[in-house]
């Protein structure tokens, strides 16, 4: 892991502190849902308001295309914001311009800006080396605290650190690189990978990294069904990436050559259609599954993963078991999440729809760290070098 300069270690005492965060929470009729996102910053900008910096908060929201959307003004996380920090939070219509600047320029010390939406300028996304150095322009030291978007070759996270001398990381990207490193680089064994979700294509270079580190893997979600079927096994109207059956053989083999253990769920919940009032059953994988399709592991699967689970001395857990968003498919997700936060392993969750799992469950508390970064944790683990991080060098 390379060493990047860490906000405590620069002198912030009236200096502009530009920090690039991922306040992108999911919204509600305007309302935040789920605010973990902007708690997880809290303490690298409570950090600067104490050393007395003018503190200028940016982040994006949403996908608005590059065109001013009130949809999604990054409004209600700067009231968010001011009930958390209790101080005012300054709230300017734009995130570049005079007016911008003029603000800053006459904040005093400890204040905090937080500008509107960089992705309202669709210069921000195409990394528009004018619009880089005009954001470069509001500060003196430039921090990124965006795990969730250090994946991104933008401007505000890649072409403006040219133009700085002092630039770091913040304590939420501390903690994500440490957590994740350790996984790829000194993990304690045994060493489990539980991946879920839908697709075997979103997961194949993470579980070829990963077979270098892991003593195992234990794979459930809509991806096991195309092991399944590699496996010879009748899957029914289960989901099936046909064109990565032959990928999911391959990796078989490699496991079985490399002594690394495969488990795939043994039973699991059918329904007749994908909807939560679907009829639904239990069977055996083996059995004929016919016009059924899988939509969480069975009782079984979850006793067998839970057993695999025991040994492990590290644990990253990266999708759900099921279609976790639909009450009679959650039980496998929910109960993966209260194994390994029962277990006494050093436990990572990485992934968006993982977090949102694992805090749906209420057993958040108890896992060792949840990953803020959904492809920026992937690709991290991928062993693909971020531009975010790249740009601090």
């Known amino acids: 892991m390379h060493s990047y300069k860490v906000i405590n270690q620069f002198d912030l005492k009236n200096k502009k502190v530009f920090i690039r965060t991922d306040f992108n929470v999911p919204l509600t009729d305007g309302v935040i849902a789920d605010d973990s996102r902007i708690r997880e910053t809290l303490p690298t900008i409570k950090y600067a308001i104490e050393q007395k910096a003018v503190v200028i908060l940016a982040s994006h929201m949403g996908r608005p295309k590059g065109e001013k959307n009130p949809k999604y003004s990054l409004l209600p996380v700067a009231q968010k914001l001011r009930d958390l920090l209790e101080c005012e939070i300054i709230f300017p219509e734009e995130c570049i311009g005079s007016g911008v600047k003029k603000l800053i320029q006459e904040a005093k010390e400890g204040s905090v ?64 690189l440490q957590f994740l490193t350790k996984l790829v680089e000194n993990p304690e064994k045994p060493f489990v990978a539980v991946l879920g979700g839908a697709k075997v294509s979103d997961k194949i270079d993470v579980i070829d990294s990963l077979m270098n580190h892991v003593s195992g893997f234990i794979i459930g979600g809509g991806m096991a069904y195309t092991f399944l079927k590699a496996q010879g096994h009748n899957i029914g109207k289960s989901l099936v990436e046909e064109t990565k059956i032959h990928q999911a053989e391959k990796i078989l083999q490699r496991a079985k050559i490399k002594g690394i253990e495969i488990t795939l769920p043994c039973d699991s919940v059918l329904a007749d259609k994908f909807e939560a009032t679907a009829s639904r059953k239990t069977a055996k994988v083996g059995e004929n599954w016919d016009n059924w399709m899988a939509l969480d592991i069975g009782p079984d699967s979850i006793k067998l993963f839970g057993e695999k689970l025991k040994t492990a001395k590290t644990i990253f857990w990266n999708g759900p078991m099921g279609v976790f968003e639909m009450y009679a498919f959650q039980t496998g997700t929910f109960e993966m999440a209260r194994m390994i936060s029962e277990s006494d392993a050093i436990s990572v969750a990485g992934g968006g729809d993982s977090a949102a799992a694992v805090n749906l469950s209420g057993h958040a508390g108890d896992f060792s760290f949840i990953s803020t970064g959904g492809g920026a944790s992937m690709e991290f683990l991928e062993g693909k070098t971020l531009p975010g991080l790249k740009a601090l060098l």
């Open 113 to 176: 800006i937080l500008l509107e939406n960089l992705r309202f300028h669709p210069e921000e996304e195409k990394n528009d080396p004018i619009f880089s150095e005009k954001l470069s322009e509001l500060a003196d030291i430039y921090i990124n605290d965006a795990f969730g978007a250090i994946h991104r070759a933008h401007a505000s996270i890649d072409g403006m650190l040219k133009h700085f001398k002092e630039k770091g990381i913040g304590f939420l990207v501390e903690k994500e």
